[in-house]
DNA sequence: AAATATTATTTGTATATGCAAATATTATTA
DNA sequence: TAATAATATTTGCATATACAAATAATATTT
């Protein structure tokens, strides 16, 4: 029983995607309260810092491929969370007047989802952690 | 520029989906040499080890959802590399001719993986990480 | 300047995953 | 023993994400 548990927890894929999914769903309560998905909260408060941001700088910042951006960018534009200049080949993406309205509930949100798991992590494992997960993750991109 | 990378690279939620997307790649590289997307193939491993597992059980195991262990079991079924027995409310899962006889292939590929990452983080940081990463994840789950 | 290569974004399609509800079975209580 | 509660699994539906190909625009070379 135990063993089954215990046979691929120390393989990264495995470890990586279990956390991800757990603190993903912590996330995604904690961004209820502004009716978004975590991505979309985060594209939202990308934008609203950088305006006039490109569509492939907010790839790159996510570290999500262009075409998951363009998806993100589809549906919040719908909602009127952020607006789309083209501009050559380029797409600039704008903050607009519902998004900075709302820009303060999403970083509140954001607050309590730390407060939430440094309340269980402790702040400095849990900081240290990050740290940790986000140098791995830039290690293994670059190859 | 440098400062829209770092503006989120201290949240959990953030780093851990970063982590999981990239090593997640290098899992589907690794697994496809037996036609296999990552998830599958640790169902296949899981069941060869340990026939007769309960479904639930393996939902437990690998920290998915009763719904996607289903979905899992009905795809590999298909593909006659696990056998479904239902017996009563329990559905017991069996390994097949088929599944056994790629266990090897999958068990190699996973240590491809593994070298593959423990080449670039090193041995002991790559395992580190990871303890830490799954002790987190079993924190943040019972809450 | 025309032809070609590079770059940025979008679109078509596929897939993994989860939630909530439905179903089916077993256990418990009255 | 009948009624109810608890448990295990599956289904219907929704969604995030990616790959590969298509499109569109700019840069480079000849």
């Known amino acids: 029983m135990s063993d089954k548990k215990n046979t691929y927890c120390n393989c990264l894929y495995y470890s990586a995607n279990a956390l991800a999914r757990i603190i993903t769903k912590k996330a995604e309560e904690a961004f209820s309260v502004v009716n978004l998905a975590p991505s979309y909260a985060f594209v939202v408060m990308t934008v609203n810092k950088n305006p006039g941001l490109q569509a492939g700088e907010l790839a790159e910042t996510m570290m999500l491929t262009p075409s998951t ?37 999403i970083e509140a949100a954001w607050y309590n989802l730390y407060q939430n798991y440094i309340n269980i992590l402790g702040e400095d494992t849990a900081n240290q952690l990050t740290e940790n997960i986000y140098t791995t993750a830039l290690k293994l991109e670059k190859t």
């Open 69 to 105: 951006v363009t998806r993100l960018l589809e549906k919040l534009e719908i909602q009127e969370l952020v607006k789309r200049h083209t501009e050559g080949r380029l797409t600039l993406i704008y903050p607009t007047a519902k998004s900075v309205e709302i820009n303060k509930k």
